[in-house]
């Protein structure tokens, strides 16, 4: 996936323009205009449209970079069944770390959380891996946990006395761990 600050950093770096890069990046289906609206969107960081493969390596020609360093791979975990705060202690413990000392980090720490999001970082690095990147260079960028609310199929109550019942509502959460060469 492109990185929205790694395509900005590198464009203020070179001093290229937007309107020199959409001439570089037109393809099929895609005139200067919406080209240039593409690249404005893409370094502020929304991805409407979807940059593709092709794009970023034509992105990586006009700049005259690899591949490899305009992007990052991302990996997510939906409804993962734990709570989301639960999950947060152990995110924090690995953002800024190269991937090693992330895996040994979460290998050691002994919260439930830790198995998912090593889970989580095992598929980002294979996804990295794959695309050919540099596995001894890659860090943990960024590892967010967004609250899914309550999960399917856990609503039940539990009786209480003089006739109530109180509900049991066992929380789901987001995880998504992101990649980068350093």
């Known amino acids: 996936m492109l990185s929205a600050v790694k395509l900005k950093k590198l464009c203020e770096q070179r001093q290229i323009g937007t309107d020199w890069l959409a001439e570089q990046l037109v393809r099929g289906g895609l005139n200067k205009k919406q080209a240039a609206a593409a690249i404005k969107n893409w370094q ?105 609310g309550v999960r399917i199929g856990t609503k039940s109550w539990i009786p209480k006395d003089r006739g109530r019942a109180n509900p049991i509502r066992k929380k789901a959460c987001h995880i998504y761990v992101t990649v980068s060469e350093e």
Request: no cysteine; net charge neutral; proline share 3%.
């Open 44 to 148: 502020k960081g929304l991805f409407k449209p979807i940059p593709t493969r092709g794009d970023i390596d034509r992105l990586a020609t006009a700049l005259s970079v690899e591949a490899n360093e305009l992007a990052d791979w991302k990996s997510s975990y939906r409804f993962a069944p734990l709570s989301a705060s639960k999950a947060r202690l152990v995110t924090q413990l690995i953002v800024g770390r190269s991937v090693q000392d992330a895996m040994d980090v979460l290998k050691f720490t002994r919260k439930r959380a830790a198995a998912m999001i090593g889970k989580v970082l095992k598929s980002a690095i294979a996804d990295a891996d794959e695309q050919q990147a540099d596995v001894d260079s890659l860090y943990v960028s960024e590892a967010r946990v967004d609250d899914a």
